[in-house]
C-alpha cells in the first residue's frame, strides 16, 4: 500500500507541474502555420478537409468561440485532451499490472518527451493519440470479457480516430493484426458486438471518403502518393537515433523488451501484455520499415507516438526486473528528455531567445515573425486608401495573418507550398486561390524564406507576372532578417513596364559565423532586376559602418542568375574595408542596405560575425 500511495504521489506531482508548464507555454508560443491553417479551416465549417477530417478544425473553432482569439484559446481542447491520456494510461496499467505499476505508467507518460509535449501545439496527433488509447483499453478488456460496454468504448475510439487523421488507418490495422495473432482475440473478432462497433469506426469515415469522392481524391493523393517519394532512402536508419534520442534511449529499449516480450507464451505471460506489445511493437517496426520509402522533407519524428503508447503501459512491469541503478537512470533520462523538449518551447515562445537560433539551419521559421508582420500589415492598411485589399502570396502567411486579423477570408496566391502541403484544393474550394488580377488597391504581403534562395528570382518573376512590377516594398526582418517578408501596396489597377523586382545580394566575404579581426574587407554582389542598384551600405547590427564601392565586375552573377534583368550586369559587385577598432568584441550581425534606382531602400539579412579582442 505504500508503494502504491508514493507511485501516486509522484504522478500527482508531476502531471500538476508538467500540466501547468504546458498551459504556459502555449499562452506564450506563437502559433505554429498549421494551427494557424486549421483555425482557418474551423472558421469555414465543414465535415472533412483536403488535408484532413473534420475533429481537429472543429476543436479549434470550439476553443476560440470559448475563450476568444488567443492561442491558448485555440490550443485548450488539446492541453485538456492531452492532460486526460496519463490518467487513461494509469487507469489501463492499473487493471492489468497492478495500481503501484499503473501509477508509474501515467508517470512515464507524464515524461516520456513525445507524450508529456502533447497538446502545447493544436495538431491532429492529440485527438489521435487518445482515440489509440480508448481503442487498445477497450481490446484489452475485450480479451477478458466481450461486453457492450467494451465495444461501445472500441466504437468510440474508432470514431474519434477517423475523424483525427488519415493515420489512423494504420492503428486500426495494427490492431486488427494483433488481435488475430492472439486465440482470444480471434474469439473477439468472431463476436457480432464487435462487428457492430467496428461498422460504426467504419461510418466515421464517411465525411472523408465523400470528400475525396467529390474533389478528385485530392486529399488522399496527397496523403498517400503525391507528398511521398515511394524510393528507398537510406537515411531510414536515422529513425532509430532520433526514436531512441526522442523517447529517452533507456526508456525506448524498455518499450522493444516489452514488443520482444509479446512473442512469448506460456502462463506466465498474460494475454494482455502479448496484446500491448504486439500492438505497440508492429506500429512501431511499420514505421521504421516506412522510413525508408516515405516522405522525409516534412515533420514526421511524431508518428510513431500511438505505437509507443500501448507498449508504455507494460513498461512498469517490466522495470520490475531491472536493477536499481537502471530504473532510476531510465525515470531521470526520461525527465530530462521532456526538460529538453519544454525549454525548446520556452526558447520558441521567448523572441529574444528565439533570435540566438538565427542563422542556423533549425532556425523554427514556422514560428517566428508573426507579431511583428501583424503589426505591419496593421500600419500599412492605416496609410492606404479605404478599400485596399489584404492578399498573401501562400498559405502560411494568410492562415497567421487571418488568425492575427480574425479574417478568415484572406486570398492567397497560387504557391508551391499550398501544392506541397496539401492545402491548394481547399483554398480553391473556399475561392481564396487568386490569380492576381484586382480591381482594388491591395496590399501583398511575400515571405522571402517560403522559397529556396536559388529558385527565389525565378518566383518573383513568376510574381511580377501575375500582379505587374512590383514596387519599392516595406521590408519586415525579424530575427536578423531570417525571417523576412516584403510588403508591397499594390495599385488598383497593374501597372504598366518591365517588371521590377526586390533586390539581391550575397557577402562573399567574410564568410557567415567568420572570426575576423578589427580591421578587414567586405565583398559580394548585388542586384535588382529592372532598375538596378545604385549603392550599397554596410551595416554592422543595423547601423551603417561603411559605404560600399558598387559597380565592380562580377561576370560570374550574371552567369548564374541567367534570367536577371538589372542593367547594371556585370558590374554588380561591391566591396568595402571597415575599420572596427572602436567596437566590442564578441558577436556582431553583418548586414547590408541596399539603395535601388527607383527609391527603394531594402535592408538585406544579417549573418553572424566574431570579433576578435
Not at 508531476?14 to 506564450?28: N, P
Not at 496527397?222 to 532512402?233: E, I, K, M, T
Amino acid at each position: 500500500m505504500q508503494d502504491v500511495k508514493h507511485a501516486q504521489r509522484i504522478f500527482l506531482l508531476l502531471w500538476t507541474v508538467v500540466t501547468a508548464i504546458k498551459l504556459l507555454i502555449a499562452a506564450r508560443l506563437p502559433l505554429f502555420v498549421d494551427e494557424a491553417f486549421y483555425w482557418q479551416e474551423g472558421r469555414h465549417f465543414a465535415a472533412a478537409y483536403s488535408d484532413l477530417p473534420g475533429l481537429t478544425a472543429w476543436m479549434t473553432r470550439l476553443g476560440t468561440e470559448i475563450g476568444g482569439q488567443h492561442a491558448l484559446a485555440l490550443r485548450a481542447p488539446f492541453l485538456l485532451l492531452a492532460a486526460l491520456l496519463p490518467w487513461l494510461i494509469t487507469h489501463i496499467a492499473s487493471r492489468w499490472f497492478g495500481e503501484a505499476a499503473g501509477w508509474r505508467a501515467g508517470s512515464l507518460a507524464v515524461l516520456m518527451p513525445l507524450a508529456g509535449s502533447l497538446g502545447i501545439l493544436a495538431l491532429p496527433d492529440v485527438p489521435m493519440a487518445f482515440a489509440t488509447v480508448l481503442c487498445l483499453d477497450a481490446g484489452a478488456r475485450l480479451l477478458r470479457e466481450i461486453d457492450a460496454a467494451s465495444a461501445f468504448e472500441l466504437a468510440l475510439g474508432l470514431t474519434i480516430g477517423a475523424l483525427s487523421h488519415y493515420r489512423f488507418i494504420g492503428v486500426i490495422g495494427v490492431g486488427m493484426i494483433a488481435l488475430a495473432l492472439l486465440p482470444q482475440g480471434r474469439r473477439v473478432l468472431r463476436d457480432p458486438r464487435v462487428w457492430v462497433a467496428l461498422a460504426v469506426g467504419v461510418a466515421a469515415w464517411t465525411p472523408l471518403v465523400a470528400w475525396n469522392l467529390e474533389n478528385a481524391d485530392a486529399g488522399l493523393r496527397f496523403q498517400l502518393v503525391d507528398r511521398h517519394p515511394w524510393a528507398f532512402q537510406s537515411t531510414g536508419w536515422w529513425f532509430l537515433v532520433v526514436q531512441a534520442g526522442l523517447v529517452t534511449p533507456l526508456l525506448f529499449f524498455a518499450l522493444i523488451q516489452v514488443f520482444v516480450r509479446s512473442f512469448r507464451t506460456g502462463e506466465g505471460m498474460p494475454a494482455q501484455w502479448r496484446y500491448f506489445g504486439l500492438l505497440g511493437g508492429v506500429s512501431t517496426l511499420g514505421f521504421f520499415l516506412l522510413g525508408f520509402f516515405a516522405d522525409v522533407e516534412r515533420v514526421s519524428f511524431h508518428w510513431p507516438l500511438p505505437g509507443y503508447l500501448p507498449l508504455l503501459i507494460a513498461v512498469p512491469a517490466l522495470l520490475r526486473e531491472w536493477p536499481r541503478g537502471l530504473r532510476i537512470a531510465t525515470w531521470i533520462l526520461s525527465g530530462a528528455g521532456l526538460a529538453v523538449v519544454l525549454g525548446y518551447y520556452l526558447v520558441l515562445s521567448t523572441p529574444q531567445w528565439r533570435e540566438r537560433f538565427a542563422a542556423e539551419k533549425f532556425y523554427p521559421a514556422n514560428f517566428a515573425g508573426w507579431e511583428e508582420l501583424t503589426a505591419a500589415v496593421r500600419e500599412e492598411q492605416a496609410r492606404l486608401p479605404p478599400g485596399t485589399t489584404l492578399l498573401a502570396d501562400n498559405f502560411k502567411s494568410g492562415a497567421e495573418l487571418g488568425f492575427a486579423l480574425d479574417n478568415p477570408r484572406i486570398p492567397v496566391l497560387d504557391h508551391p507550398l499550398n501544392q506541397k502541403h496539401g492545402r491548394a484544393p481547399q483554398l480553391r474550394l473556399w475561392k481564396l486561390e487568386s490569380d492576381g488580377s484586382r480591381n482594388a488597391p491591395a496590399l501583398l504581403v511575400v515571405g522571402t524564406g517560403d522559397v529556396q534562395y536559388k529558385s527565389l528570382l525565378e518566383y518573383y518573376h513568376q510574381l511580377c507576372k501575375k500582379v505587374g512590377p512590383l514596387p519599392p516594398p516595406r521590408v519586415v526582418n525579424v530575427d536578423h532578417g531570417h525571417q523576412r517578408f516584403l510588403l508591397f501596396a499594390l495599385p488598383a489597377e497593374r501597372s504598366k513596364g518591365a517588371c521590377t523586382l526586390p533586390a539581391f545580394a550575397w557577402i562573399d566575404t567574410p564568410e557567415s559565423k567568420a572570426t575576423t579581426g578589427r580591421k578587414f574587407q567586405v565583398a559580394g554582389w548585388a542586384f535588382k532586376d529592372g532598375v538596378g542598384l545604385k549603392g550599397v551600405e554596410i551595416l554592422l547590427d543595423g547601423k551603417p559602418v561603411a559605404k560600399a564601392r558598387y559597380g565592380l565586375p562580377s561576370p560570374g552573377t550574371a552567369a548564374y542568375w541567367k534570367i536577371s534583368t538589372d542593367p547594371n550586369h556585370p558590374a554588380v559587385g561591391f566591396s568595402a574595408d571597415l575599420d572596427l577598432t572602436s567596437a566590442k568584441h564578441g558577436r556582431h550581425w553583418l548586414g547590408l542596405r541596399l539603395q535601388g534606382r527607383d527609391g527603394s531602400v531594402e535592408d538585406w539579412p544579417e549573418q553572424p560575425l566574431d570579433l576578435k579582442e
